[in-house]
């Protein structure tokens, strides 16, 4: 016979941990299963649903955000984890007015997509190495080791290089 549980039961076979973090510079404080993804939390808690979900373990790249200033993939973290992070999705990459990112623009300039599956994890990969001190390897073979962590099943890549180095070379980041 199949019995249904308890409240209680089911609170402990699900429990809960206050959570609070920055996403796209706003506080954000709930109540979280310990078992949900940080994705999860972003699409379906927070209703970003600009950060995608591919494989779910990480191997895709599609669920790329920043996490503390550097790229991370939502699916291997867990919601609870990034308690007082600060969390960069793709929803903040454009200007407030809508006014796209240099990178958004040489992505679509370059043809750099087609489904666009994979653009929102790029973008945020690519725009966490821009935006740190490090210095860029803007060869093809260094542009693509950067990309190396994000899967396009689309594009065959060639366009996704030629973008990230006309969005590098416009603002003059890193060198070759
Ligand atoms: S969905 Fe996270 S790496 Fe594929
Ligand atoms: S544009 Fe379709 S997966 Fe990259």
């Known amino acids: 016979m199949k019995r249904s549980l308890s409240k209680t039961q089911q609170e402990s076979a699900d429990p809960k941990q206050r959570t609070r973090m920055t996403v796209n510079g706003e506080t954000v404080e709930r109540d979280v299963s310990v078992r949900m993804l940080l994705s999860d939390f972003l699409r379906h808690e927070l209703g970003l649903t ?38 960069r999705t793709i929803e903040s990459v ?9 990178l958004q623009e040489a992505f679509r300039d ?14 945020m990969n690519v ?8 210095e860029m390897d803007l060869s093809d073979q260094g542009i693509r080791e950067l990309l190396s962590g994000n899967l396009c099943r689309c594009t065959g890549y060639a366009n996704i290089v030629k973008a990230v180095r006309q969005a590098a070379d416009k603002a003059n980041w890193g060198s070759a």
């Open 50 to 87: 600009g950060t995608h979900v591919g494989c779910e373990h990480g191997v895709c790249g599609a669920c790329t955000v920043m996490i503390n200033g550097r790229s991370g993939r939502s699916c291997l973290t867990f919601a609870v984890q990034a308690d007082g992070a600060d969390i």
């Open 94 to 102: 454009a200007d407030e007015n809508g006014d796209l990112h240099p």
């Open 110 to 123: 370059c043809h750099a997509l087609q489904c666009g599956y994979c653009t929102p994890g790029m973008i």
């Open 127 to 134: 725009l966490s190495h821009m935006e740190s001190d490090e």
